[in-house]
């Protein structure tokens, strides 16, 4: 690779992430059609649509978590690997939040934040446990750090599960419907957190209910229905003037009309 083309890669002319005709199926059902999509550095961009509209598969293909059926996937302009070492290289680049918080119940919060750097990244118990105390204290949970999982709310463990997967230091970070298993109460302080990663410039892709969060957070919104992308624009745009009849019938639904 030539040093012009090293400069193109990690300058913003290539996508963080980007998604080529992607397709995917399960047996005959077609969950993701034809999908494309570029992910800028330091862009938040949040995927809402109905229940069953591809959301959640396309968030977990990004780091094939789920497999695709044709297409292509690109981490900063190169192709992401179906298996082996490369595959688990890049997959560490990619932060990755589910729905349950995926904490390893037997370990103190501290050993799940660390367990990844010292394991993949090979720092030091010292390294890794002054990193996972920056970021535990960061997200509100430095006073947790000793306790395990059960000990936590769900609030709590989410906060705890954000700073596992910045201690890898990733590229972007990618949020699967993160606030949905959490009591309304302890909503907010996820959001918080998340506000706090795109205020400092963490490349997001969210898929989310939560549309206060889109509408305030967001640099665009992606709206899928029926495993395709109907609609993209800004949260004003989106909101406001939606583009598409399927679009208005989806916010009307949420609204309550």
Do not use: W
Not at 92 to 99: C, I, K, N, T
């Amino acid at each position: 690779m030539s040093k012009t083309d090293t400069v193109e890669k990690s300058g913003r002319d290539v996508p963080v992430i980007e998604l080529r005709h992607v397709d995917k199926h399960y047996g005959n059902l077609h969950v993701l059609r034809d999908i494309n999509l570029k992910v800028e550095k330091g862009e938040v961009v949040v995927v809402i649509g109905p229940s069953g509209s591809g959301k959640s598969t396309m968030c977990r293909t990004i780091n094939r978590l789920e497999t695709i059926d044709s297409g292509e996937i690109l981490i900063e302009g190169e192709p992401l690997p179906q298996e082996g070492r490369d595959l688990t290289r890049m997959r560490a680049e990619l932060g990755m939040v589910f729905q349950q918080f995926n904490l390893f119940a037997h370990l103190s919060i501290l050993d799940n934040v660390t367990l990844g750097p010292r394991e993949v990244l090979g720092l030091s118990k010292e390294e890794a446990e002054a990193r996972a105390m920056e970021l535990l204290e960061r997200v509100g949970v430095g006073e947790q750090a000793n306790k395990v999982p059960a000990q936590l709310s769900g609030g709590q463990q989410q906060r705890a599960a954000i700073a596992r997967s910045l201690a890898m230091r990733p590229k972007a970070m990618m949020f699967d419907e993160p606030t949905s298993a959490l009591d309304p109460e302890m909503i907010n302080e996820v959001l918080d957190v998340m506000v706090e990663l795109a205020r400092g410039g963490m490349t997001m892709v969210v898929v989310t209910h939560e549309m206060g969060f889109a509408r305030r957070v967001a640099s665009r919104v992606i709206f899928m229905a029926e495993g395709q992308i109907v609609e993209e624009g800004s949260p004003d745009e989106f909101f406001d003037h939606p583009k598409t009849q399927r679009a208005r019938d989806f916010l009307d639904s949420i609204r309550g009309h």
